[in-house]
């Protein structure tokens, strides 16, 4: 029996719901389902009985379309999502999960050494490791887990940063316009095409632009904005250079601005109607003109030490850093060509699991303290809660809620996102453990992905994937 027949005839056989009618474009048959979700083309609804079942978006009419995209993008096209504050756009999601967590859906095992975490869209999950001494960008496919193809963006054997703290690559690859841009811990860039993993270009962040590999290998991300691919080699050359995304020559690179590269990821912020690049530095922050790379504004952090990894978070006019080993954090006021400091205290000092701005304050792990809650406008601390499973870890946020993942033993948990203080709704232990962290002083340090109704938990070569749509 034809697909679409069967398909109808399996609409035709559904209980009315609460949710909304569905037409198909071409034969104007219409369904009662409630919209569950959305992988690539596949829109997945579920009927009365609890039954769920799928149809391709583009056999819907104009109105279930609108109405699919409006329900939030099932693309996490890179280091945070697409606007990198670590939010999810999913909503209708679990807000308190089973005895044993969330259902499992599937397990890849392959995926090498590193913490890269994934980057997903069109039905299609896209992450990096090193397997065999090269560092690879591996595609698996979304419903399945099952790998698709991969391709070596360069050799990795281990040389040339401290792989103590566990090998491969860090940063997340970045998706656009049928591109993949990935990293490789020793500053290899390459650019391949989504659908088969063909190399583009590549250029060496060393030895094209005079950067310098850092102590625990380059862990950015790199950021695409319209035609530019923006990267952080550090060094004289100029600490951040804007590439052609096509092609992989260079745009500009900042005159001005000589810092050495260390773990974070550039971000995109507006003041006075300009667009500005902004990155951390071992001792300051600073951001640069997104046209040409002229030098704006820096900010003192000379508390910064040893390594400084969170990515910035930014709002409304303003730049939030922090960091660990002491350092703290920060709030400036930032302008057309000028940085003003708001506040500075070392209430929160995240060493590397990152934070989460929601509604006016700042979640994430604070070194001696556990998780905690800041006050965005002040920098007071709101509360803080700490013991088994809440000492260090990653934070991510979707759907009024805060996914923590325990850094010592991978537990993940879930929380509410609210400044009246700590409220899990439930926690579960990943239910295996990559035994190549073993031997050295490594982490489950991969952040916590929520997208299209699941949770991508990564260890090593082990990557989850969880239902939390329910």
């Known amino acids: 029996m034809p697909l679409m027949k069967t398909?109808?005839?399996f609409f035709a056989a559904t209980l009315m719901v609460e949710g909304r009618t569905w037409t198909e474009a071409d034969s104007g048959r219409t369904v009662e389902a409630e919209f569950v979700g959305?992988?690539?083309?596949?829109?997945?609804?579920?009927?009365?009985?609890?039954?769920?079942?799928?149809?391709?978006l583009s056999q819907l009419v104009p109105d279930d379309r609108e109405f699919v995209a409006n329900q939030g993008s099932a693309d996490w096209p890179s280091w945070q999502g697409p606007n990198r504050d670590n939010r999810s756009p999913d909503t209708g999601l679990l807000k308190e999960w089973p005895e044993g967590g969330p259902e499992l859906l599937w397990t890849f095992e392959n995926g090498g050494k590193g913490y890269s975490s994934p980057s997903i869209t069109g039905g299609r999950i896209y992450f990096s490791g090193t397997r065999d001494g090269e560092a690879e960008i591996i595609c698996l496919d979304e419903a399945t887990g099952k790998e698709l193809w991969s391709t070596p963006i360069g050799d990795d054997e281990g040389q040339g940063y401290n792989t103590g703290w566990g090998g491969g690559p860090r940063g997340a690859p970045t998706i656009s316009d049928g591109r993949l841009y990935v990293m490789s811990a020793n500053g290899s860039v390459a650019c391949v095409d989504i659908k088969d993993g063909s190399k583009l270009w590549g250029v060496e962040l060393v030895k094209d632009f005079g950067g310098k590999v850092p102590a625990w290998g380059y862990s950015?991300?790199?950021?695409?904005?319209?035609?530019?691919?923006?990267?952080?080699?550090?060094?004289?050359?100029?600490?951040?250079?804007?590439l052609n995304k096509e092609t992989g020559d260079v745009i500009w690179k900042s005159e001005g601005l000589t810092d050495d590269a260390q773990y974070s990821s550039v971000i995109i912020a507006e003041a006075d109607g300009g667009k500005q690049y902004v990155q951390l530095?071992?001792?300051?922050?600073?951001?640069?003109?997104?046209?040409?790379?002229?030098?704006?504004w820096t900010s003192d952090w000379k508390q910064g030490r040893t390594a400084v990894i969170p990515t910035p978070v930014y709002h409304d006019g303003h730049v939030y850093i922090t960091a660990g080993y002491g350092a703290g954090s920060k709030l400036v006021k930032i302008g057309k060509d000028s940085a003003e400091e708001v506040w500075e205290n070392k209430v929160m000092k995240n060493h590397h699991g990152g934070v989460v701005l929601v509604d006016g304050h700042i979640y994430g792990f604070s070194d001696g303290a556990g998780l905690l809650c800041q006050d965005w406008k002040t920098g007071e601390r709101v509360w803080s809660e700490k013991g088994e499973g809440l000492q260090k870890g990653a934070v991510h946020y979707a759907d009024g809620m805060i996914y923590g993942l325990d850094e010592h033993e991978g537990s993940t948990f879930l929380a509410e996102a609210t400044p009246d203080g700590y409220r899990e709704k439930g926690r579960f232990d990943l239910p295996k453990k990559t035994k190549l962290r073993e031997g050295t002083n490594g982490k489950v340090w991969t952040r916590p992905v929520v997208i299209g109704g699941r949770l991508y938990l990564r260890d090593q070569d082990l990557l989850f994937c969880y239902d939390v749509k329910g």
């Open 281 to 296: 530095f071992m001792k300051q922050f600073a951001g640069v003109d997104a046209g040409t790379g002229k030098l704006l």
């Open 220 to 242: 950015e991300s790199p950021l695409v904005d319209g035609e530019k691919l923006i990267v952080t080699p550090g060094g004289k050359g100029g600490a951040i250079v804007a």
């Open 7 to 9: 398909l109808w005839l």
């Open 38 to 56: 959305r992988s690539g083309d596949q829109v997945k609804l579920r009927r009365a009985d609890g039954r769920e079942f799928e149809i391709a």
